[in-house]
């Protein structure tokens, strides 16, 4: 699997140019691909329940893949 985690502020910014690489590496990979942009940051995550949800989405994902 493969985890990207991006922020949109201000655009474009290199994280946007991962959203059209997600589904070639799904196709060619066969990898489960997991994208997760935050709208309202800038060039890093820094507010504080942005910071709580990246976590928490990089433990579920690590979870999914390492634990099987």
Do not use: M
């Amino acid at each position: 699997g493969l985890l990207l985690i991006g922020c949109a502020v201000p655009p474009p910014t290199p994280d946007l140019l991962l959203e059209p690489a997600q589904p070639p590496l799904e196709r060619s990979r066969g990898l489960d691909v997991e994208l997760h942009v935050f709208d309202d940051e800038g060039h890093a995550i820094s507010k504080t329940r942005n910071i709580i949800e990246a976590f928490s989405r990089t433990g579920e994902f690590l979870s999914r893949h390492l634990l099987r």
